[in-house]
């Protein structure tokens, strides 16, 4: 069945839901999906993202006077059961939260992702369909290649949105495929007057000073061991873990692992350049071990972990060290400045 197809077979209301802290793929895909489901004349939708959008979504949306869509970011304040979920822009359950509970009482699921899919053995919905293409630089384009007449039909905003994403998501288009430049030279028509504008606004962004001290504190903290003539650097902050990921890999790590610790549970982000092990499979395997979920692909992995009594950040540390030691099948030495 064609993602149109089952847009317009699932029953109202309809939950549409990105990962926590929503960027630029998962926001626009939420846009995308909205008015797609309105083309087809549905009206009981609700978008929702743990934690909202990013400051990076929202600094874009400030300075191309967007209105930020009204995204409700936890099932308290979700004033409808939904009968039908569409969950795209993330790989494992454990990225939404508490919607988890609200997710798996629906009748009808729809989930998109261009990473591999992890779908818990205790989600059990009769009416599930998967579209999932690792291939893709992003959800966002999945989305608009599978509703081509989505793309026909976007505005100048959405143009920004989808620009965005597929930018951000393709590393500036290194990861581009022949469809990736044909949806781009669709949207691009509807922006050219204001396409620098939105190069330089998406990857010329003012650093917030909270973010600068996070990768301050993050890199001080920072251990490096060595593996053949490879580096793998781990950490822990408090916050913008994947901008100390992306530091640490820009500074020479070939991974990088971020371990944060926040009021319910414990986060990992990892993220790799190279080819040897895989994030997703690493974060998998660590949260497994504390009952809880981790996800991604194979150069960028994320896991959340429930807290517990005896659980602690520098545990947690240790594990993530060992398990890529077993994965490597091989020591890993330290390495210390001399």
């Not at 949306?61 to 009204?70: C, D, G, H, M, V």
């Not at 798996?104 to 990473?115: S, T, Y």
């Not at 030691?325 to 210390?336: A, C, D, I, T, Y």
């Amino acid at each position: 069945m064609s993602l149109r197809e089952l847009l317009k077979s699932i029953p109202e209301p309809i939950l549409v839901i990105a990962h926590r802290n929503t960027d630029f793929d998962g926001y626009a895909s939420l846009l995308l999906i909205d008015k797609a489901l309105r083309d087809l004349n549905k009206s009981s939708i609700v978008l929702a993202s743990p934690e909202g959008v990013s400051k990076s979504v929202r600094d874009l949306l400030e300075k191309f006077n967007i209105p930020q869509k009204n995204i409700v970011e936890s099932p308290d304040k979700l004033h409808l059961r939904p009968t039908s979920c569409i969950i795209v822009d993330t790989s494992s359950l454990s990225q939404i939260e508490d919607f988890v509970k609200i997710v798996k009482n629906v009748e009808h699921l729809v989930w998109i992702d261009h990473h591999s899919i992890r779908v818990s053995n205790s989600l059990q919905i009769r009416n599930m369909y998967i579209i999932a293409d690792r291939n893709a630089t992003s959800t966002c384009e999945i989305i608009l290649r599978e509703l081509p007449e989505l793309v026909d039909s976007l505005d100048v905003e959405l143009s920004i949105l989808s620009l965005a994403a597929i930018l951000v998501d393709s590393r500036r288009l290194a990861k581009a495929s022949s469809t990736t430049f044909q949806i781009l030279s669709k949207i691009v028509k509807n922006i050219e007057n204001i396409y620098e504008k939105i190069i330089s606004s998406i990857f010329q962004r003012d650093m917030p000073f909270d973010e600068k001290m996070a990768r301050i504190k993050g890199m001080l903290r920072t251990e490096a061991y060595r593996f053949n003539n490879n580096i793998l650097c781990i950490s822990h902050v408090s916050a913008h873990e994947a901008s100390l990921a992306r530091l640490l890999l820009d500074a020479g790590c070939d991974i990088a692992v971020v371990v944060s610790e926040h009021e319910k549970e414990f986060r990992i982000i990892a993220r790799s350049r190279i080819d040897i092990i895989s994030m997703a499979e690493l974060c998998q395997k660590v949260a497994s071990k504390y009952m809880g979920q981790g996800g991604g692909h194979d150069k960028a992995g994320a896991a959340a972990i429930p807290k517990t009594q005896d659980l602690r950040l520098r545990r947690l540390m240790r594990e993530v060290l060992r398990t890529v030691s077993e994965m490597l099948n091989q020591r890993l030495r330290k390495v210390r400045a001399r």
